[in-house]
């Protein structure tokens, strides 16, 4: 079977892959392997240079990888630039960081001297998704390869191009050749290469469906994972909240990527106090945002990555509005080629519809009242994710006492959820485990090893 890359904007295949075969599959675990035994004897600071090299090169190319996730996952051009600069970014963090993030740790015992040591553990398998196509591997290889390690990339078959042009990225900043490759290949070859001993690891972003089966296929072979598995956010609105601010910032949180972001808002639970007022306005931001050719720098929501995800995507609409839900926006396929859908609105969303319960992966918000705070906090824990949550509120000491209540790896008071390099990045029930980013992300693939001398 090929691997095609296609502009979900108009439906062209812009080129076609043959999958990589065993054979080079073979080859490429054993160039990894033997790079890693060569990368992990480097000096800290020499895997520095070459990292600043890789942001560097990010930086140079900017345009071109931007266009490139343009064209083969339909992002909006001005955010995969956005993109391309934060991956940059996370090279340069870790480049400055790691040596101190794995530095030897002194420990007090009853021997003469005691430490722990952090070790690369070998070849690391990262199966990532096409959403955020360089941003999700870069979040992963930066560290991953700053620890010593060697990493392998398992990506999204309809992002084909983006795949081979970050190998490209570490081959072209002086990594040794084969620490980072790149395999085309389906999920179903994911198995196979779980169990070859030269890989000691695995990474994956993606549903939790997905998930649970590579966690299965690692506990198996006895391999650590991180899984970062999505989730359905809560934008929580109290009574004494912003709600300009948070109806603005609700769009923004909403159709980030055109929707399709596993930290995007999803089910926004409004104090009835101030539920009114916040719908009102959250739909008049909706409506302003600007669906289109997502070339065009003026372009807010382009389409979904495929034509199936977004018809996935509207029969969770219509199932909802099945069952009560009411449309206030959107709504609607439209006419014409590509796989677009406009922002959607849909309110007296309530438990048991797919608005509620599932990952709605694409630009539909659903409105959620809640009677007070306590009622707020039960709405939004009343999840199987646990991802990301954006509470709204006046007083700090509100925030603080509300966010420990919320079931979540990340809260951000009177602000949208983000990945940043200085904090952890994860989640809790189906939403995964294991972190990512700062000091918590890079120790997730090493040996930490205690020493003891007499």
């Not at 359905?232 to 912003?242: G, K, M, Q, Y």
């Not at 797919?354 to 959620?368: C, K, L, N």
């Amino acid at each position: 079977m090929s691997i095609q890359s296609i502009n979900p904007a108009t439906g062209e295949v812009l080129e076609t892959f043959a999958p990589t075969s065993r054979y080079e599959l073979d080859r490429i675990l054993a160039a990894a392997h033997a790079a890693f035994l060569e990368w992990r004897a480097v000096p800290m600071g020499a895997r520095a240079k070459q990292m600043r090299e890789a942001a560097s090169a990010l930086r140079r190319r900017k345009a071109d990888y931007a266009r490139t996730m343009t064209r083969e996952m339909g992002k909006p051009i001005v955010q995969g630039e956005a993109e391309v600069e934060k991956c940059a970014w996370v090279c340069d963090y870790y480049a400055e960081q790691a040596a101190g993030f794995l530095a030897e740790q002194p420990r007090e015992t009853d021997a003469s001297k005691s430490y722990v040591r952090f070790d690369p553990l070998g070849v690391v398998l990262a199966v990532m998704p096409w959403n955020f196509p360089f941003w999700q591997v870069f979040r992963f290889a930066a560290p991953a390869l700053m620890a010593g390690n060697g990493a392998v990339l398992k990506h999204a078959s309809n992002v084909p191009r983006c795949a081979l042009a970050i190998e490209e990225v570490f081959r072209e900043s002086g990594f040794p050749r084969g620490l980072f490759a790149t395999m085309l290949i389906e999920s179903s070859a994911v198995a196979a290469l779980i169990e070859d001993p030269r890989i000691v690891a695995v990474t994956l972003t993606g549903s939790d469906r997905a998930g649970s089966k590579v966690a299965e296929q690692a506990g198996r072979a006895l391999k650590k994972t991180v899984l970062e598995l999505g989730g359905s956010d809560p934008f929580i609105v109290l009574d004494d909240a912003d709600v300009d601010a948070a109806a603005v910032t609700a769009a923004d949180a909403r159709l980030v990527n055109s929707g399709q972001s596993c930290i995007a808002a999803k089910r926004f639970i409004v104090v009835e106090a101030v539920a009114d007022r916040f719908i009102a306005r959250f739909v008049d931001e909706l409506r302003s945002r600007r669906m289109g050719d997502p070339l065009a720098r003026e372009t807010q929501v382009g389409p979904q990555a495929r034509v199936d995800l977004r018809d996935e995507l509207h029969r969770q609409v219509e199932e909802s509005i099945k069952r009560g839900a009411r449309r206030l926006l959107g709504g609607e396929v439209p006419p014409g080629p590509g796989a677009f859908y406009p922002p959607t609105l849909l309110a007296a969303v309530d438990k048991g519809m797919p608005a509620f319960d599932e990952e709605t992966f694409g630009p539909v918000a659903a409105v959620i009242r809640a009677k007070d705070e306590a009622d707020a906090v039960r709405l939004a824990n009343d999840s199987v994710f646990g991802l990301g949550a954006s509470l709204w509120t006046r007083d700090r000491a509100r925030a603080e006492r509300v966010a420990a209540r919320i079931e979540a790896g990340a809260v951000f008071v009177n602000g949208l959820v983000k990945s940043d390099p200085r904090l952890p990045f994860g989640g809790i029930k189906r939403s995964g485990y294991g972190r990512e980013l700062s000091e918590y992300g890079i120790r997730e693939f090493v040996n930490i090893k205690s020493v003891w001398i007499a």
